[in-house]
């Protein structure tokens, strides 16, 4: 890490996006010690308590929240100006912090990912994956990724995927033991592989045909929170499966997978990259940006 005057700022957003003094340590390339050093010599200065330390976690109290969301918009835009000053201010460089949906980093990286990796080699790419919503501007990253329903309304959005359909999914070999489901309600005599979501509740199917509108709570025979994972578990015949048609496009193909209720699969808006239009846009991520406008344009 370069040392600047900033150090112990820095240190302090790192250990608030790890949740860890090791974590923190291991990305800024410091010592475990230099890091408990730096946060106590800040916290003695400001005289207050801006962590919770426990054998196990470590978690921001309210004033120490409050005090890096005031900071961190702050320190991305002196960073910026850094490195702008340093390698030209139309040479993109730094760190690319992107927060994206479970599932979508491995969806992402070829094409956009790749690309932009080799078109621009002095920056360092931090994709972060969570199922949960995160204040991107608080936690430091330059963009989110999510689905359309899902950007909050004060972000600049820039359409990433064409709309997106979830689809029931079963393998052959299952739908030929348990029967083919026809409508919606025949799903109740099937077993589900659930999605648990990052409040701990369980994903509700929502299924539409016309002005039919449908909140599917199925029975559920093993519940996960990984994409991955669920496509795994419906491959293996475990039950039946909602999952996005991008997601299992190969399975689909191959005939791994077979699709029901198609009718009632209707598609809505896909992904978005969004970011915050009340700070500076980094040339890092303006070329992101204007990588997703080319490959989309290569598309057409």
Known sequence: ????????LEVILAVARRRSFRGAALELGMSTTAVSSAVAGLEARLKVRLFNRSTRSVALTDAGRRYVERITPAIAEIRSAGEEASTGP????GTLRINVPQGAAFLLLEPLFSHYARRYPQVR????????MVDIVAEGFDAGIRLAESVPQDMIAVPLSPDIRMLVVATPEYLKRHGTPKHPRDLLTHQSIG???????????ELESGEHK?????PVRMALNELAAIKQAVLLGLGIGFISEWFVADELK???????LVA????????????????FVPTRLRALIDLIHELRLAKK
């Open 264 to 279: 009632w699969c209707q598609p809505f808006g896909g992904l978005r990259l969004y970011y915050s239009g009340h700070r």
């Open 1 to 8: 890490m370069h040392r600047t005057g900033m150090t112990e």
């Open 125 to 132: 790419i931090d994709i972060v994956s969570e199922s949960r």
């Open 195 to 205: 999605m648990r979501m990052s409040h701990g509740g369980i994903y509700h199917w």
């Open 254 to 260: 191959s005939g791994a997978l077979k699709p029901v």
């Open 90 to 93: 139309d040479t993109p460089s």
């Open 214 to 218: 449908l909140q599917m709570d199925l």
